[in-house]
């Protein structure tokens, strides 16, 4: 006579206690478990700055010492923006850029600033699959497209911004982005269809854009013969978003 098969206890991945026939498969789920969370991710949440690995005065010193080196070199001839505009130990951010990407919501100054700085670095290699990916992503009509005509739409830009998430720096928001726009890895890319869809969008808000705003904002800079925001110092930017653009002075 065959002997009657008993029960077995356990724990499911969630730690929760499971009981049940050993024949049943694992068992029902249990009664008093809370309901099953959903595993994707909230793309409109703000974006958590990575752990900084420098402090702000290594950060400036860094960029310094960079900048000193670049104006040296003689990419500067042929290199497009690739020596003048720089993150400082960006390896950090280099995919945020995807994420910020997926946002149902408007972007605000601070999204934005991540998203061009995250898209420089990502840039930097210059060649592979990283810059496929972002070239690739960046002329889809559906997504890149659709997010840089907003950037460059944004309903104010100023050269006193400070952390007002409403309006746009040109100093640490624009100049980079004008610096993503000329990296060698865009102008150089192969995949012609979507650097064309790229730079068109820039060609059809020259006037809007790059007329009525970076011209008057570069003027302005040349009348005072510094890039400083006067709204927020340069160390407190970087002590609240290290991975920003410093324009050198």
Known sequence: MAKKKGTKSGSNNNGTQNTGNSSGGG?????????????????????????????????????????IMNFSSSELTYNGSDRLVFITDGEPIKTIWKRILEKNKSLNQKDIK????????????????????????????????????????????????GLDNGVLSFQHVVLPL?????????????????????FIVVYENLDSFLY?????????????NSVHDSRVSDDELLSREPYTFIPSS
């Open 27 to 67: 068992g029902k789920r249990n009664r008093n478990a809370g309901p099953r969370l959903s595993q994707r991710r909230d793309h409109n949440r703000p974006e958590a700055i990575p752990a900084l690995r420098l402090t702000v005065s290594q950060i400036k010193k860094s960029q310094q010492e960079t900048t």
């Open 178 to 198: 004008l610096g993503l726009f000329t990296r060698t890895a865009i102008t150089e890319c192969i995949l012609e269809k979507y650097v064309l869809a790229i």
């Open 114 to 161: 991540m998203f061009v700085c995250s898209a420089l670095v990502a840039l930097d290699y210059k060649t592979g699959y990283e810059v496929e990916e972002i070239v690739t992503e960046l002329g889809d009509p559906d997504s890149g497209v659709k997010k840089l005509k907003e950037i460059i739409n944004f309903p104010s830009m100023s050269c006193d911004a």
């Open 212 to 224: 009525n705003k970076v011209m008057k904002m570069l003027e302005t800079l040349v009348q005072r």
